[in-house]
């Protein structure tokens, strides 16, 4: 049983980013699930290019793809059961960078290291 007031503005979420993490090993699963997202979505998905390098607080080689808040369920769910060997970040885009990537992230495989100080400050 819930019990007082909770609320929420579901306007402070703006969309999801996804980032899927990979390495040489897994670059070309990687490309291949990119490409398979490309497909499934068309363009209600901004996918971006595969990162070999440092991208942000990103510090392991990754694509990105932001989502729509009304596509996260499908979304999440083809993550769920398709990342195969590859980490994935997902979180909220509001206005706190930081907690996003920490307080409010979800992970689906191994946790991945990021360079929060790109971030700003904040409370982690």
Sequence with gaps: MVTGTMTFDANAVQEFHAHVYYD??????ASAMRDRMVGMAGSRLKVYTLSDGPRGPHVMPMF?????????????????????????????????????HTH?????????PLNLSVLGSGIA
Aim: hydrophobic share 35%; proline share 8%; no cysteine.
């Design 24 to 29: 040489t090993a897994t670059r070309g699963s």
């Design 64 to 100: 990105g793809v932001d989502i729509p808040r009304s596509d996260l369920p499908e979304v999440l769910s083809y993550l769920m059961m398709h990342h195969g060997p590859h980490a994935v970040l997902i979180h909220p885009v509001t206005d706190d960078e930081l907690k996003d």
């Design 104 to 112: 409010h992230a979800l992970w689906l495989g191994e946790r991945q």
